[in-house]
């Protein structure tokens, strides 16, 4: 059982957090309660709540009362007896109900709708070979966006989706012995794959009855190629490791109920890796058809990009461990930790700055000294022309005395035409990060160096390392004077 209520006014908490100066300067009282109840062996749960939303300067409130949903986990139709079981165990099903009830309030107006929705799944797949697989599944669900009023019927929709795939692994096994290189490995695995799908919506009375509709009907050959060439080598004296040198990907399909280009763009992909330090991959579209939609002998290039990629790492979080390890609550730090790698991988550099934003990456960030650099370019043609992208990113982060983190990233644009080459304009997105910690807690700092003197924007934050819950943040991106 969970319950919370806010009250948030135009002093502080809006004004420093918001972006809308409508939302900064309102008064807005919220509430809710809910309540939730899990069957897990009988794989059944439910869900309740209610929750208001009052505006208190414009005397508008939401209220939501009840909120109703019943949810069926998948499980077997007959019984429960796993991949080795019979082919009839391997029939399942899972649905979920659900009820909505709104009052809208204003001060001339109130309006009550209920709404409604159900849902029920059967699905199957099979595997009757090791090449083989079949799956099918049949939805049907319902809906009505307003029950109270009798000029709107609620609404079926059915669903009817099945497919077959067959597939083979071809494995080419050398053995060069060429210094540490023990063998060459070529992994070819072609996939062919069937599907028919078919699909209808009807006007109906409450539950899942109505007036039949046609089906419309969906069928698709799908063709898919892999390459994959893989090195095995020795590590020490004694341990063999393997890596992947290259991977080639090939794929189209052939819709038999579309009349205008029915065959797809001919999608490949070619990747180069020289381990986790440098990586190249280039990605290809091809068209089959010319501007006049007839089919032509060979594929044209439609579409070429190619990203390279460089990164080092210095990797310097067991030593800071140790160290750390001896203060009071070293091993929670390192839990927590390790938990966050489990969920989110070793290495952040692709994901830090340029893409998260100023608000973002407050995380602890003792990883040594670390740089990221990559570099994009796509050309593409379409019937108004041929247009061009080309950008470099970069980022670059650092531990001083195991306290102090600082990280520094950029996207800069190479391909922008009438921008001289050393403007600002070209930064699409910047990001300088300084983090301090201290014993219980840390403080987070994050600015955009070249617009700092013009908007001001920054973000604060002072969090605690054992109750994270715990934090002080402060922002204001808005423009100082305007």
């Known amino acids: 059982l969970q319950g919370s209520g806010t009250f948030q006014g135009k002093q502080d908490f809006l004004r420093d957090n918001g ?8 008064r807005t009282l919220r509430s809710n309660v809910r309540y939730d109840k899990r069957w897990r062996e009988a794989g059944w749960s439910l869900s309740a709540g209610a929750s208001q939303t009052k505006n208190l300067d414009l005397d508008r409130s939401d209220l939501v009362l009840p909120e109703i949903s019943l949810r069926a986990s998948r499980k077997a139709l007959f019984g429960d007896a796993g991949r080795n079981g019979l082919w009839y165990t391997r029939f399942y099903y899972d649905g979920n109900a659900r009820m909505r009830n709104t009052r809208q309030t204003t001060a001339t107006s109130q309006t009550d709708r209920t709404r409604a929705d159900a849902s029920l799944r059967l699905s199957t797949q099979q595997r009757p070979a090791d090449w083989l697989n079949l799956n099918a599944s049949f939805n049907s669900g319902w809906r009505d966006q307003n029950l109270r009023s009798g000029s709107e019927e609620g609404v079926r929709s059915d669903q009817l989706s099945t497919s077959a795939t067959v597939s083979q692994t071809v494995y080419g096994l050398f053995h060069p012995r060429v210094g540490r290189v023990t063998a060459l490995r070529h992994v070819l695995k072609p996939d062919v794959g069937f599907s028919f799908g078919a699909t209808r919506s009807d006007t109906g009375g409450v539950g899942f009855t109505g007036r039949g509709g046609p089906w419309k009907a969906n069928r698709r050959l799908t063709l898919r190629l892999s390459n994959s060439l893989w090195v095995k080598y020795l590590q020490n004296d004694e341990e063999e490791a393997k890596a992947r040198l290259a991977q080639l990907n090939l794929s189209t399909s052939y819709n038999f109920d579309r009349d ?5 763009d001919l999608v490949t992909s070619f990747t180069v890796e020289a381990g986790r330090r440098l990586n190249s991959r280039l990605s290809l579209r091809s068209e089959f058809y010319d501007d006049e939609d007839d089919l032509l002998t060979l594929p044209r290039l439609r579409q070429f990009e190619v990203t390279t990629t460089l990164r080092t790492l210095r990797d310097n979080r067991q030593s800071g461990r140790s160290r750390s390890g001896s203060s009071q609550g070293g091993s929670q730090n390192r839990s927590s930790s390790s938990s966050y790698q489990e969920r989110f991988g070793n290495d952040r550099s692709d994901g830090f700055g340029y893409e998260n934003g100023l608000q973002q990456d407050i995380d602890a960030r003792d990883r040594g000294r670390t740089f990221h650099t990559s570099h994009y370019y796509a050309r593409r ?17 650092m531990t001083l005395s ?16 009438g921008v001289a080459l050393g403007h600002r304009d070209r930064i699409t997105a910047e990001l300088l990060s300084v983090q301090r910690e201290f014993h219980d807690w840390t403080a987070t700092l994050n600015v955009e160096p070249s617009g700092l003197v013009d908007n001001r924007a920054f973000y604060f934050k002072a ?3 054992e109750i994270p819950q715990l934090r002080l943040e402060r922002g204001d991106r808005r423009r100082i004077g305007s």
């Open 19 to 26: 972006t809308g100066l409508d939302d900064r300067l309102n």
């Open 260 to 264: 205008r280009r029915p065959l797809s």
């Open 381 to 397: 043609r379409s019937a108004a022309g041929t247009s061009e992208r080309s950008w470099i990113r970069g980022s670059l982060g």
């Open 402 to 417: 195991q306290i102090w983190h600082v990280n520094y990233s950029i996207n800069y644009n190479l391909h922008a035409p």
């Open 463 to 465: 969090q605690f390392k």
